[in-house]
């Protein structure tokens, strides 16, 4: 089945600083790629995604990359801000159609400093 | 508001005593779909339902079971709970299998 590694595992930052937080995954016939962001006490929320038809996808301050070749995409947060602290998913997921087995990774938890 | 309900919230029980975990969502989404999150591991599939009376195994099914009888409900059941099913359950949902809405969570412990 589908593997997908993550890390880091924890990351701090300065706020106003930039985070990138990395996942590879195993199996080519992943084709979506999903980021969710957990706050405490909260389920995970989906704050962006990339299908791998595309290699890079910017929402504001959030972007992701996909590199298919390699098998890895990223998360990448500028400008970071203290209410950015929260611990970060991504997941691979296949199928086409009907609904997709979804792999999520290990989580990375992100810390602003003011 | 377009939501992810589940019930309870927090739950206590000892092992082998039957219990289940109910998941509704308000948005007549498809897809539905159960984890577990325990820490260092991520967030792992135990089932999902693509539609009313489909289901399918995801990582984790192990000692769980779901029923999917309406659209909206898609219930957790502990036939018989053991301590290393003590987690924090999420049930999400999902229009067409891609974006999904997690609920809030229900904390399981099993002593």
């Known amino acids: 089945g589908e593997n997908v590694e993550q890390h880091p595992s924890t990351l701090s930052v300065q706020e106003g600083d930039s985070a990138v937080i990395k996942c590879t995954y195993s199996?080519?016939?992943?084709?979506?790629f999903p980021w969710y962001k957990q706050e405490l006490g909260k389920g995970p929320q989906l704050i962006i995604d990339?299908?791998?038809?595309?290699g890079e996808k910017k929402d504001q301050r959030i972007a992701v990359t996909l590199n298919k070749t390699a098998k890895h995409f990223s998360l990448h947060i500028t400008e970071t801000q203290p209410e950015d602290s929260a611990v970060y998913f991504c997941?691979?997921?296949?199928?086409?159609?009907?609904?997709?087995?979804?792999?999520f990774g290990t989580g990375t938890k992100l810390q602003v400093i003011p | 508001e377009a939501q992810v309900t589940q019930n309870p919230r927090y739950l206590i029980t000892v092992t082998g005593k039957k219990l289940t975990v109910t998941c509704s969502q308000n948005?007549?989404?498809?897809?539905m779909s159960w984890y577990r999150q325990d820490p260092g591991l991520g967030l792992r599939q135990i089932y999902y339902?693509?539609?009313?009376?489909?289901?399918d195994k995801g990582d984790v099914p192990e000692g769980y079971k779901v029923s999917r009888k309406e659209k909206r409900n898609f219930p957790l059941i502990l036939e018989s709970p053991s301590p290393n099913q003590t987690s924090l359950y999420f049930c999400?949902?999902?229009?067409?299998?891609?974006?999904?809405?997690f609920g809030p969570g229900t904390r399981l412990t099993v002593t």
């Open positions: 948005m007549n989404h498809e897809y």
């Open positions: 199996d080519s016939a992943s084709n979506y």
């Open positions: 339902s693509m539609n009313v009376e489909v289901t």
């Open positions: 999400a949902s999902s229009l067409e299998g891609h974006e999904q809405y």
């Open positions: 990339i299908r791998s038809n595309v």
């Open positions: 997941a691979a997921s296949m199928g086409t159609g009907g609904y997709q087995k979804v792999t």
